[in-house]
T-cell receptor
């Protein structure tokens, strides 16, 4: 299995809703990431998990709450989002942390629309 | 100065030509470098990684790294219409468990049949 699986693929939510994005990988990767990508922009790092511990939070608003229940699973809990949070949310994983040239494998993303 | 800068594009080449994509980075301690291809509406796909000075070839793709000049490039030989996509340069740096992959803005490549 060489894939990162993200669910759901599409999500529409109201500003008062609570929803979660899920990401799963079975490649034995110990680093997992959340990125946000707006249209015609590059992906922007949100969170990094290393060995199931949060190692980087790029000053993301608290309405986004990550969780790593185990080494294969990464969640992103969403609460009280704003319309400007509408974007493609990408999960990625990597074998190592990049010093030796390990690339990231990206999931297909969740396209989120906040109404 | 932005961390990762790419030639702005868009870049248009005829089928069979060589496409040349360039990228510079600002932080000398950056350790590894990647090129991702992203088709419209899809997620980024890793096509090349490089972390030593020089050239690295994989099929029709060649990545070049010059750490002294803080410059990374990607050459696509015998370009095909299926190569039409946005190409993202990405740079990884950090230490311990705090590595970060930062992307450039991307260059849109169109290969014309």
């Amino acid at each position: 299995d060489t894939e990162v699986t993200q669910t759901p693929k599409h999500l529409v939510m109201g500003m008062t809703n609570k929803k979660s994005l899920k990401c799963e990988q079975h490649m034995g990767h110990r680093a997992m990431y959340w990125y946000k990508q707006k249209a015609k922009k590059p992906p922007e790092l949100m969170f990094v998990y290393s060995y199931e511990k949060l190692s980087i939070n790029e000053s993301v608003p608290s309405r986004f709450s990550p969780e790593c229940p185990n080494s294969s699973l990464l969640n992103l809990h969403l609460h009280a989002l704003q319309p400007e949070d509408s974007a493609l949310y990408l999960c990625a994983s990597s074998q190592g942390h990049g010093g030796a040239g390990y690339g990231y494998t990206f999931g297909s993303g969740t396209r989120l629309t906040v109404v | 100065q932005k961390e990762v800068e790419q030639n702005s594009g868009p870049l248009s080449v005829p089928e069979g030509a060589i496409a040349s994509l360039n990228c510079t980075y600002s932080d000398r301690v950056s350790q590894s470098f990647f090129w991702y291809r992203q088709y419209s509406g899809k997620s980024p796909e890793l096509i090349m990684s490089i972390y030593s000075n020089g050239d690295k070839e994989d099929g029709r793709f060649t990545a070049q790294l010059n750490k002294a000049s803080q410059y990374v490039s990607l050459l696509i030989r015998d370009s095909q219409p299926s190569d039409s996509a946005t190409y993202l340069c990405a740079v990884n740096k950090g230490g311990g468990s705090n590595y970060k992959l930062t992307f450039g803005k991307g260059t849109l490549l169109t290969v014309n049949p």
